[in-house]
């Protein structure tokens, strides 16, 4: 399909380096402990003041970048117990490459979560 998959965390290289091999995951754990990037894509939790603990944690999100490195999707959602369907991030991809999304039945479809449609094109 042509695409690529990474996660982000503002825990130190060291901390995702330790969940990526405890849980096993094939795919690159980005770390931004300074929040930049969680700022840059506006998914920073306010609702804790700074010197908080959780201050800083960024709301969940899945974000779909082209080639180009623009944000062509984005899905987030405050509520933590949202998360996008794998059917919903599959539609934006099967758009953006152009090709038949695959029957999805497998998938439960959408969990409660916001699809930002803001950057349609």
């Known amino acids: ?42 998914i920073l939790n306010t609702n804790h003041p700074p010197g908080h603990p959780w201050h800083g944690v960024p709301y969940p999100g899945v974000f779909v970048i082209n080639r180009s490195g623009v944000v062509v999707e984005k899905f987030a959602e405050e509520n933590y117990r949202s998360r996008p369907g794998l059917r919903d991030i599959l539609e934006v991809v099967h758009e953006m490459t152009r090709q038949t999304p695959p029957d999805s039945s497998d998938d439960p479809g959408k969990t409660g979560a916001h699809r930002d449609q803001s950057n349609d094109n």
């Open 1 to 42: 399909m042509g695409v690529s998959v990474a996660a982000m965390s503002y825990d130190s290289v060291d901390t995702n380096s330790a969940f990526a091999r405890k849980y096993q995951i094939q795919f690159p754990v980005l770390s931004d402990v300074d929040h930049a990037h969680v700022k840059s894509f506006g």
